[in-house]
């Protein structure tokens, strides 16, 4: 079994940053790719951005040049800096860890307004 958990989402202004992380607990052993999704009110949830276990990274075009995904395996964490927060990146952010089975946690909220 596998445990995500996620924190650092919150109020920004429009231009503003902020960096998520997810902590990984459990069998992390069986985790070889990890990822950020997010759902914003209304839509279906939506892929951001995965880090692969050898650390190659894939962005959606939405947020391609203004986040980063990285991890730091000593701490069995995964980050999102966020840069340049816009209106439309408001959403419930959700961290998967990828598997034999996929792992979800329990979701950090992100608001841009001014």
């Known amino acids: 079994q596998v445990q995500l958990v996620e924190s650092g989402g919150g109020l920004v202004q429009p231009g503003g940053s902020l960096r998520l992380s997810c902590v990984i607990s459990?069998?992390?052993?069986?985790?070889?790719?990890m990822g950020w999704y997010r759902q914003a009110p209304g839509k279906q949830r939506e892929w951001v951005a995965t880090?692969?276990?050898?650390?190659?990274?894939n962005y959606a075009d939405s947020v391609k040049g203004r986040f980063t995904i990285s991890r730091d395996n000593a701490k069995n964490t995964v980050y999102l800096q966020m840069n340049n927060l816009k209106p439309d990146d408001t959403a419930v952010y959700y961290c998967?860890?990828?598997?034999?089975?996929?792992?979800w946690g329990q979701g950090t909220q992100v608001t841009v307004a001014s």
């Open positions: 998967k860890g990828s598997g034999i089975l996929d792992y």
């Open positions: 459990g069998n992390i052993f069986s985790i070889y790719g």
């Open positions: 880090i692969a276990s050898i650390g190659s990274t």
